[in-house]
């Protein structure tokens, strides 16, 4: 098996979140275009461990274990697609005038998002799944001249459960080769 | 995507109309990005591009120089000041503010008379350009 290495964005689509690992073979995605380059960011929160030692003793008596906040997946979007903005808001769209109307309720997207990475070392890069993540946006750049207006998706990540053990989970991995071939990595 | 050869293109395009190619006079031409040698006694307009990014939102700028011949004020070659000011105005209202399917262009700083090696005098124009690109990849 190769070293793991991965870095950068291909492509960024949005489904229906889903919260069982089989939803993944049934998902319909659509491709977020023109993705804000470098604000693709993915923060894991760190666990944290406090140490209670006694007065007269020089090592912990106890030790609490607080886990993280959720994760969080941010990312900006430079193109606005009807599809997408359906996803994220309350909103009326007219195709045939091309017109949106935005609802005043606002609206806590719960979708499923599918980042394909670079391909940055041998031939392989790394298709990631996370089923279920509940967005809420902002704007960036609100109309300036010299710059394109992005929306910005901040999403905390949930869990769904896996198919075999029925465990809770936050994502699937996978690599694959630069083609999307599926990568066999029983044989060293 | 755009390149330093389409700002000059499209600028080009904007100037190329008969509110400008009327005050070139005779003999006057509009050059991309260099002005050929002995053309001191022609007026000519001469665009150049300073480079341009390769962003979602390019942004690029450039110049639009406005060479018009020098006349003589006793003995001394001077700048035609009347005839500068008349084409860079002229040139201005062309590109400033401009708003096009593919491109938009504007005025970065007011006009200043310069002179070249060769002696002509010229209305240095400097200009900003930005493009939104159709298929940006690299996220």
């Known amino acids: 098996m190769a070293t793991y290495a991965v870095g950068g964005v291909e492509k960024i689509e949005l489904a229906p979140a889903f919260f069982t690992e089989a939803g993944a073979a049934t998902a319909v995605w659509v491709r977020a275009e023109n993705v804000a380059p470098d604000t693709v960011l993915y923060t894991k929160n760190a666990d944290t461990e406090t140490d209670l030692v006694p007065e007269d003793k020089d090592v912990a008596f106890i030790t609490f274990y607080t886990p993280g906040e959720a994760d969080t997946i941010v990312f900006g979007l430079l193109e606005h697609h009807p599809t997408i903005m359906a996803m994220l808001f309350n909103q009326e769209y007219v195709a045939a005038t091309s017109k949106t109307t935005m609802l005043a309720k606002r609206k806590v997207a719960n979708l499923a998002v599918k980042i394909t990475t670079r391909s940055m070392k041998d031939d392989r890069k790394q298709i990631i799944v996370i089923p279920n993540v509940r967005f809420t946006t902002s704007v960036v750049n609100n109309l300036s001249k010299t710059a394109l207006q992005q929306l910005l998706l901040t999403g905390k990540v949930g869990s769904f459960k896996t198919t075999t053990t029925n465990l809770d989970a936050i994502s699937i991995k996978t690599w694959v080769t630069d083609s999307n071939a599926v990568i066999d990595s029983t044989t060293p | ?139």
């Open chain 2, 1 to 139: 995507m755009k390149d330093a050869f389409d700002v000059t293109i499209d600028v080009r395009g904007l100037l190329n109309v008969p509110a400008i190619t009327t005050l070139l006079s005779t003999g006057g031409s509009i050059y991309q990005t260099e002005r050929p040698s002995g053309r001191g006694a022609f007026t000519d307009i001469v665009i150049n591009c300073l480079g341009i990014t390769n962003e979602p939102l390019q942004k690029g700028s450039g110049n639009v120089n406005c060479y018009v011949p020098a006349i003589t004020s006793g003995a001394a070659k001077v700048a035609n000041q009347p005839a500068m000011m008349t084409l860079s105005r002229a040139v201005i209202a062309l590109i400033d503010m401009q708003f096009k399917t593919t491109f938009q262009t504007w005025i970065e700083d007011t006009p200043i008379i310069m002179q070249d090696t060769d002696g002509s005098y010229f209305v240095n124009i400097p200009f900003e350009y930005q493009s939104v690109q159709n298929n940006f990849k690299n996220i």
